[in-house]
């Protein structure tokens, strides 16, 4: 027997406009004579509820497994395509609700605000890391806090520059 086999198509309830099933368009070929296909399918009821449609449907979820029915090699059961379903308990509830335009704004005034305020610190780390680093050091900005004074009293006693002799 040979089941290679496409899906098309396999949605549970209402067909809605958007809605991915995930079977569709699935298509297994095999040159096996003896091949099983299993699709294990989990159903959950759903109801959407947005500003053009409200529908009560159903979306899934599938596990696929196939394997070659091999006797001889130890691989037992019958070949064929094989669907097992099992419905969820739970039901998942989709709601549209668009946000106010003040609150878009307020949040945008606050992503604003957050940008310039982490940028402004980032420049007064990095104007500061290289003012110590670079200038203050070469500018002699540091001094010795021990220095004599010359007499007017404003600065530190510096040594003539040039020669003298004793006499």
Not at 10 to 36: A, Q, R, V, W, Y
Not at 68 to 94: E, P, Q, R, T, W
Not at 117 to 129: A, D, E, K, Q
């Amino acid at each position: 027997y040979n089941f290679s086999h496409r899906i098309d198509h396999l949605s549970f309830g209402e067909e809605i406009p958007g809605l991915i099933n995930p079977l569709d368009g699935t298509e297994k070929i095999t040159t096996d004579g003896n091949h099983m296909f299993q699709y294990f399918i989990t159903i959950v009821p759903t109801k959407l509820n947005t500003y053009q449609m409200s529908a009560d449907t159903h979306q899934y979820s599938v596990t696929e497994r196939e394997r070659v029915i091999n006797h001889a090699a130890g691989s037992h059961g019958v070949s064929g395509i094989f669907m097992k379903y099992d419905i969820s308990s739970l039901m998942v509830k989709v709601t549209e609700q668009h946000m106010p335009l003040w609150q878009f704004l307020v949040r945008l005034c606050g992503i604003v605000g957050g940008i310039f305020s982490t940028t402004g610190m980032i420049h007064g780390m990095v104007g500061y890391l290289v003012d110590v680093v670079c200038c203050r050091f070469q500018m002699g900005i540091y001094k010795r806090m021990n220095a004599p004074l010359n007499a007017e009293g404003d600065g530190p006693i510096v040594a003539p520059t040039g020669s003298y002799s004793e006499q």
